[in-house]
Every structure is written in C-alpha cells, then in structure tokens.
C-alpha cells in the first residue's frame, strides 16, 4: 500500500520539484495538489515536464478534504500559512512536513523577530521536530510534524556540525560566505530575478541580517554545547539550482588536515546523503544538481584556521528531497526511497 | 538476469550520461568502461556526480576483454572509432550500439564525403539498423548493431515525419533552422565552447554543410517517398542541454491547423518518447532536461505554410537515452525500462 | 551648444541605455527624465552603473515642462503612451522620437488589430518618418517624429534589403527565424523572464503572430516593389542582449555566392553601422554587444536558396542606439556622434 | 601628439580589452600588437568587435622593433614573459606595464615559491613600481616598469585598506572570500572554462593557496604598519566578467558603522575610480561591467565584525583599464582620459 501525499501550495519550484521526485517514488502517491490562484488546471499545464507523470489538477486547499485522503501532507508554502492550516490536518492524524519556516524556530520571540508575525500555532510548535536526519534522525521518525530545514542552514549546518560536535571550533568565530542558485528566491515575478537582473552578475544580499541565520545559530548551538554565533552572508549566484556553502572558522586546538579528514569521514559514514570528498576537493554545485546529497570537502590552508566547502541543490537535499527524506523516516520506509537519482552533469 | 554492458570511450558527455542512466536502470549494469587516456582512473573521480552510483575505473579499450564480459557495447567515441573496434565484437555475437555517426549513412560515397575517410566496415555498414524506434523498431528488435542517430536528425526527423509520412509537403522546401546547447559539442578543450566564447552570445555555424543534413535527408526520403532536401542551418544557444528544432515547410494541400494536430497526435499516440502538445503551445528545451522525450508543437501561422517546433534533450533522447531505447528494444526489455526520469525543471 | 534630451518612460532598459549612450555623447544632454512610478528618486539609486554619470532624479511625466526644456523628447514607453503625451510636445515644436511602437504601422486599421487599440494621433501618424536610417535617412533629416523602428524589424529588413531591392527574392518565400536575449522583453517582473525560467533554455513564442511581423511586412515592401510577406518565428535565448535573425528566402534567378557577397557589400559600403562580414562568416550576438551595429553575413547553401545572418544588440541599434543616430540627423549632428563603442566581448 | 603603445602578447582578453579601451583613448594609439600564434592576422578576424576600429595585423614579437616604433609597450602575457623582454625596451627608454605577475611579488623567493621559476630580471623588479593608483600614485608617475595589479588583488586592496591604514582590523583575521568570472581564466581552451563546465555551477578552487595570495599580503603589509595575514578562498562563478570579494575582518575596538562608513568616504573621496556606495548597499558586478571602477559597502552585522563588499569587472579595473590608468599617469595625461565608459547594464 502506498503513502497517499498531499501537497499544499504545489505552484512553486519546491512544490513541482516534490512532484518530480514524488512521481517515481515506490512508496508514495500524490493524492492531492492545493493551489488558490491555479485551482482547476491540470499540473502539468503548468509544468510541462510532468506531462505524462501526474495527471492531477490543481484544488483548493481544503483541510478537510486533505485530512480524508492523504497520510502525509508537505507545506510548499511562504511562511505563515502551514501555521494556520496545519493544525486541523494534525488533529486529523495526518502527518505534516512544513517545507516553509513556521515550525523551524522554537523560540516564538524569535519567529516573530525575524518573520515579522506573531506565531499562531504555539502547541504544535513544542512538538515539531526540525528535520535534518543528520542530527534528529531517531526523534524525526517519532515525530508527527516535521519543520523542514532551511537550504542554506542545511548546507550549514553539515558543514560545521563534525567540528562542533568535536568542540574544535571557536564558537564567536564561524564564518559562512553562502552563495545560491536563483531558485532559491522562489518562483515569483519579481524585478531581481529576472534573467536580465540575476544573470552574468554577482551580488550579495541582506548582509545586515537574514532568516537563515536564527536558524543555523539554534541548531548548531544544540550540538556545540554552548552558543554559537555565525556571521551569514549570503550571494545570489547566476545560475539556477545549487548552494555552495564556504565556512570558515577558527580552530581551538591543534589538528592537521589528515585528522580533519578522519573526522569528517567518520562522522558519516552511516550517511545516506552526506559524501565528504577525498583531500583537497574543490564540490561543484553541478556535481549535486537534482541529486539529495550534500558533498564536503575540509580544508586547512593555514594553521588554525579550517576552510570546510559544502553544496547542495537547494531544491532536494535543501527542500523537497530532504522532505522526502523525513517522509520516508517517517512512514518507515527505506530512507533513501526515491531519491537515488545520481546528479545531471553536464 | 542483467544485461551486461561495456562503453567505449567513456569520457565524454554521452559516456557520463550513458552510466548515469544505466546507474538506476534495474535490467542492466555496466560491466567495463574504457579511456585510453584515463584508463586507471576511477570514474567517480572525473565524474563525481556518480559518487556513489559507480565502482567503476577506467580501462583501455580491448575488444577480447568486452567481448569475454558484455552483451552490448556502446560507442560513445568519434566517427572512426567504431568501424574499426566493433567488427571483432560484432563477430563474437555481442551487440553493437554505435553512439557516433560510422553506421549513419547507408552510402559509403556519402559517408567519405562528410567525414574525410573512407568506411573501413562495409560489410557492417549493411547490416546496421538505424536506430530512430519511432520509424524502425522492428529492425532494431532484430539488428546486431545499431547506429543511434544524432542529436539534430532525431529533434528534425520527429518534426517533419508525420507531415512527410502523410505527403503533405513539398519535399524541396523543408527548413530545419536548429539550435543546440553546447554540450552538443562535446567535452573538449576548444575555444569556442568557453564560457567566455559561448555565453550570453548566439550565433549560427556551418551554414554551408553540416554532416547532420545527409542524416536527415536519407532518413526523411525513406518515409516521403521520394527524395527530400532539407535546408539545416544549426546554431549555438548559451545553455548546456537541449535541441530546439524551428521546422519550415510548404503544404502541398490545404489542411487546417486542427486536421494539423490531429495527424501529429495520431502519429505518436502508441510512442511512449515522442509527446505532441496541446494546440497553440511552444516547447521549452528545459521541459525534456535529463528526459528521454521529444516534445513536439504544430502550427500554421499562414495557410499553406506549417512551423513544428521539436526539443529534446541532445544528451538523452537525442543520444544516450535514445541508445539505452534501443538497448532495450535490442534485449527485448520494455522499452521504457530506466528511462523513466522526469525532466529536471527548473 | 548641446542638445537638450528629454526621456519619458526612463526606468526600462531602453532608457537606462539612452542614459548611458547619452552620459557621453559631445552634443547633448538630458535635462528631463519621467517615471510615474519613480518620481523623486535619483536614476542612479535604481541603476548604480550611472553613478558619477548623471545627477539626475525622475520627475512625473508633465508635456509642459518637457517642452520648456527640451529640444527632442524621447519615449521609451509601451505602446499608447507616445500618441496621448506626444501631440503636445510636437505642437510646442519639441522634436519626438518614439521608440516605442505607436507610430511605426502606417495603417491605423492594421495598429488597431496588432495592439488592440484605436489610434489617438492620426495626423501625427500620417508625419511620423519610419527611422531606420538606412532606407530612410533623408526623410529623417526633414523630420520632427521618428518611428524608431523594432528590435526585430531592424535586424530582419537590415538582412533582407539588399535582396529585396534588387529583385532577388520571391516575395512570399521569406522566413524570418528571429532569436532575441531576455531583455528584448523589458524590464517587466514577469513570470516567463525569470532567471529560472528563462534560464539554461530555449523556445519559441507567439508563432501565431506577432507584433514585428506587420512592421516588416509593411516597410519590406515599400522597397520590394511589392508586397512582401514573411513568416516571422521570434525565439527567447538564454542572453541579456542580443537578436539574431536567420533569414531565409528563395532567389528569383540565379545568382552565385561572390556576386550576393558584392551586392550586400555595395548596399553598406556607405553605412556607418551596417558591417558586411567576409564570405562564410558567422556573426556572434556578442560582436555587437554594446554597439550601435549591425553585422551581417551571407550565405547561398544551396542552388536557389540564401541564408542571411543578421545580429545586433537589440537595446542599442535595436532600440536606443538607433534613436540616438535618428537624433544626430534630426540636429544636423554627425550621425555617428556618441555611437562610437567598442562592443564588449568577451 | 599621441603615445605610440605596443601590446605584447594580444590575443587574450586582457589583451583585447585594451584595444578596446585604447581604440577611443584621445590620448594614445596602438601602433604594435604581438602574438606569435597568429602573426600575420588581422585583429578584427580574431575579434569581430574591433572591426572598424582597428586596422592593425599581429605581427611577431620583436622587441627592437617595438622600441623603435612605441612610447610604452603592455605585456598581456602569462607569467615568465615580461621578465625576458621588457629589460631590452627598458634599456632603450621604453615605458613598460606589465599586466601579467613578473614583477608584483618583491621577493624573488616568494616569486619563486609561487610561480615555480626564477625570477630573472632582478635589477628591473627592483626598479618596478606597484601600479595601483590608490596606494602608489606618485611613485608611478616616475616609474619606468609598472607591475600592474592582479585583478583579485586589486578588489581585495580596495576593500580593505581604509580599516587597515586607520589601524582598526587585527591584521590575523582577514578572510577574502572571492568570486571571480570565467574570463579570470583567460582564453585558454581549458577544460574546466568550458560553458558546460563551468556553466550553471558554483565552485571554489586553489583553497590551499592561490598566486594572489602573497601579493595582497605583501601589499597590505605596506599600509597596516605590520605583516598581514589573508585566508583567500576564491570561485569560479558562472559569469563573463566581474569580480566580488567579501571580506570579512575583526575590528580592534569599537566603531559603529556610521563612522565606518565615513572612514571609507573620506578615503576614497578624491578617488576617481572607487566608488563608495550609501549605507546598506549590496553592489553588484553588472554595475561595473566594461567601466575602470571598484565600488565598495561595508557592512557591520555584528559588533566586533565588519564586511565589506567590493567588486570590479576584472578586465577593466582588475586589468587592462587599471593599466590605462597607469599609462595616463606615466605620461602625464588626466588619469581619467579614455576610461569614462558607463558600465553596460543589462
């Protein structure tokens, strides 16, 4: 029998990127796509792609009508909405992934801070489980609502995690220099995304401050015993999907690169989709592109001071296959169900 | 059982598009790849993008060697490549899919005259099989060895076929006016394929003679019905994946755009790879990216004059997917079997 | 003395490149330039490359005031804008150049069908000189509103002519396959223009019709003898700026390649920015880019059959190039004044 | 009367770059350019953007006849070729620029370390002056050998020079994380500058060290009264042109970013060619494409932590323009002249 899977606010790039790896998935069936602007047309009218692999059309987001056919619901959606729909499919019983930020910040100041509302969902709050399999693996297949890890803090926090985690790192001292695809921006009309603004050019953004960064300073300080902070600058890079993630920080105590490489290689080894490179690998972001795997490299170019390379494709393993991911965790389903897909390079 | 599959000349785009397909495909595993200027070298280690998907290194190509371990050999190397290393394994019963042009054309006067060699395999020559399914399955069921075609005749021929079939147009005034990525050139160190050179910049090339237009014009006078010129002008687009063909030619009698559609959606009801959109559309290369599908539109901007617009992805339906299709039709696999990807969008 | 240069409509692409063009052109200046939208804010807060280049901040579009300071008024506007706020400016002598569309079809029936609105300046109409320079130059110098002729229209009569004016070509053979870089489309925040959606693909658009097809049919035909008709298939490529159009025609006797070479070569032996490039060459979009040029090359690729390329940068001599040209002639000024750029390769 | 300017080695970018800016330079003309490959060849046959600006042929590198006939001669050669020919135009009283990296680095040693050869011209590397105008003007208008700057260098200077000169970043903790177009790699037909390559990803590469590593160290030294520490992680970004450096740096005591930003202000303020952006900018490298300028924001996003954003377009600034600049400084012309382009935008 298969999972049958509702997918809330199916118009955007993380939505139709669930469609496409959702479509070969075994174990899995979309049931259910909601959109309000485009209800009534058929998916694949707007995303030709799907054209012989969904025969679905567009409904209204109806919670009830979710909670009756579907196991699992994904929230494809900007924040503030699987806060207010969410609740009446969890007290169905259905499972719910959010790939958008409401349940990502236990602190509800802190939402509000950074998100510019008041959260609205407190109770279900407390329950959700942030979804990196990398750290929560044991408390995601417990769960029933999975808060879906950012793109950026997804490459992040795999990058420093070995070294936190081993309290080598100076905590004040991280440094991440992220740069990402224009997918990341979403699939809306506006005038910085254009071709002919985001192409054959090169910018930073928001370096006063940026959501992502809350993110990654709560989960790593889980795992550093003690607050960490992170400057975060993030770039928007003229190309489509990938993050590509340079870390930086200050080393506590004295390690030589072939011990770093150890301890990389060691802290995933179990890892289904974390592949930390041989010595001295520069990751593409092409070597991830369609692919649920984060691939590292650890560098030391002078003493004291660690260089870790991290990508992603910040579509699946930094939204809609890491969702996969946490659904097949959920359902106890074989983790890597689904996304075997090997990169598309060139 | 699993089919097992050598590939000669595995560096190229098509030899890594080649594993990246047969990685997933459950009725066959790659036995031997060879490079002679790799031999040694791991894969994975040119290729990371298959990480994980392939234990493989590299091999110099020894025909006794394929021939002891495969079933099936692929060519993914330069015309003149195969017609001298094929033979051997051809008489030792292992079939043959020819990935480059040697076993193209049917007359060895046309083949010197294109490629600046003389055919140096005529007996072999006679008994390929073109490998377009969509015009020759039941050959290829049959064939030992298969010339797959090349990117730009299988975009053009799927356009005009059904019109030609049907003897719709004058066969003096078709114009295939065709534009391919860059990885169409494959992956070698010239200078008009950098960045540099081929970004953000459009030109056409070749306008005098392109080895693709004798392809097409045998192909399309099989089925016309007599002898067929093409006027093929090929261009170079920014991008790194696809084939868009703009196909011209006058109707030899009046049929409306609806009588249009239909022919072309009759044509290609049963085809599982060849798609014909709905009226009034236009096909993007994105939606066939990393597909095996052709995606085809027809239209009638004046009477008497028809434009079908035709995309593939040049590496997949217009390469190596094409030739995993034929791999199938040859073992008598379904014939969609790992070829099920859908495109990668955006 | 200089020039005074008002810009309506200053905030699209055309008008950042008037901007540019103009920041150093030797006999002008911009005293004005409008933005509804931006009124108050200073042009090089919106575009940065401007800094130190022009102190100048929008202000609402008011005839009046434009009069008062401007000797020639530019309209970088969509259609309808020119014909409602022109009048007053040409009534209080102003001289007009419009590069958007209102005044380019002669036929107002045939505006009325292709833009979907009734004509509001009719006499104006009737004044307007079409102004491409190259078949019009002595009308333009008479002037006081120039129809700055479309991306497309120029790339495509500027290719043709020499043919048509000898009587080389069947009138209804011409097919003109036209591809353009995203910012032919504007600086609009739609959909279709993403960087994610434009992106790394390719298509056609509008084969049905569009709005240059009429444009060219209409001045094609003046110097044909004739009526021409053209089958006109715009594509979107993966660029910023760019058009290349493939032309295609068939000749009406026979002619061989060196004497094609010597007519287009005696057609522009006079024209500063028509480049005829040697036999066999194939002009690259980023050979014009930033310049106000066109470059062509022809081909015969087969008895009875010719093949021009065509490129330019659609934003200069596709739009705000030509109208700097048109207004050198229409002041007496040198016409290549303030058009002497390098184009920018790589 | 104009220079008379030879160009050794003109067949790379930086080389077409300066006959780009040196075709409307009122100042100077070219009189030689070499290239042993293609001696014999026109220019404007090798890059169609100069037709109609150039006349010239590329001849054979003689260094006699460049010093009979030129008042300064730029190499745009690799690394090695400067020190063997400049001595003997030196010798003769010729001006030389060297754009490539024979005389930046003071230590013969370091040269050797990095560059993997002797450096072989000793008495002249202590003669040559550091070109960048911002640092060193005075003592390049006495110069007779210009090491002209590389490009990364020349971002990363500008950016952190203010805080460094002001004594205000602990001189250990500098991190230069930088991004670099493919046009930084020169036209050469390498396989990782191929579009499909470098195309549509995201990479960093020499992490553990990069040639422009001792040169920014060696010159920031110079101005923070003590040696200076630089982790340099740079990346290939899929782009043309453009460099974007971040730079990250611990203050060494409390400043708030207004005074921050008037430190960068009033250092730059009599700068032609770098440009300080308002409060809270994020430049990007469109805005500097083409044009000779650095344009620079800092940023404090937490206390303690400063970044700075800088970019240039690396043919310009970061080469052939800063060249320009130094060639108006030599000879006493405006440092400005020929260098006023508007940055091309889209």
């Known amino acids: 029998m298969q999972i049958r899977v509702g997918i809330v606010g199916g118009t955007g790039y993380t939505g139709v990127e669930l469609l496409r790896l959702l479509a070969r998935h075994p174990g899995a069936r979309v049931t259910a796509i909601t959109s309000r602007a485009e209800a009534g047309m058929r998916v694949d009218a707007l995303f030709p792609n799907l054209r012989g692999h969904c025969e679905l059309s567009f409904s209204e987001p109806d919670p009830a009508a979710l ?29 719910v992934i959010d790939l958008g930020a409401d349940f990502r910040l236990r602190d509800p100041a802190t939402f509000a801070r950074w998100y510019g509302m008041e959260h609205r969902a407190l109770d279900w709050l407390e329950k959700a489980v942030y979804g990196l399999p ?26 420093f995690l070995p070294l936190l985690e081993a309290g080598l790192l100076d905590p004040h001292s991280l440094i991440a220099d992220t ?6 921006a979403g699939r809306a009309a506006k005038l910085p995304n254009l071709l002919c603004e985001a192409g054959d050019s090169f910018s930073a953004y928001a370096v006063s401050g940026h959501r992502h960064q809350p993110e990654i300073e709560q989960e790593l300080s889980c795992w550093a015993g003690g607050e960490v902070r992170v400057t975060f600058v993030p770039h928007l890079t003229p190309m489509i999907r990938g993050i590509h993630a340079t870390l930086y920080g200050r080393l506590t105590r004295d390690i030589d ?17 974390v592949d930390v490179l041989p010595p001295g690998s520069h990751p593409a972001t092409r070597s991830v592109r369609g692919a649920n795997v984060c691939r590292i490299a650890v560098h030391q170019p002078r003493p004291g001071q660690v260089v870790v390379l991290s990508v992603i494709d910040n579509l699946v393993k930094g939204a809609s296959g890491q969702a996969v991911q946490n659904m097949n965790l959920l359902f106890g389903l074989p983790e890597a169900m689904g996304l075997e897909d090997v990169a598309l390079m060139p």
């Not at 909670?67 to 259905?94: E, K, R, S």
């Not at 740069?179 to 990341?184: P, R």
């Not at 072939?258 to 060691?266: F, I, S, W």
């Open 134 to 159: 990398e750290t929560r693996r044991a408390a995601i297949r417990e769960a029933q609502l999975i808060a879906n890890p950012g793109c950026y803090p997804t490459a992040t926090q795999l990058g």
């Open 179 to 184: 740069k990402s695809g224009a997918s990341g």
């Open 67 to 95: 909670a009756a056919t579907c196991d699992v619901v994904f929230f494809a959606t900007p924040h503030g909405v699987a806060m207010d729909l969410a609740p009446q499919l969890l007290a169905a019983g259905v499972k």
């Open 257 to 273: 690169a072939a011990d770093l490489q150890v301890l990389y290689e060691a802290r995933y080894r179990e890892e289904p989709f």
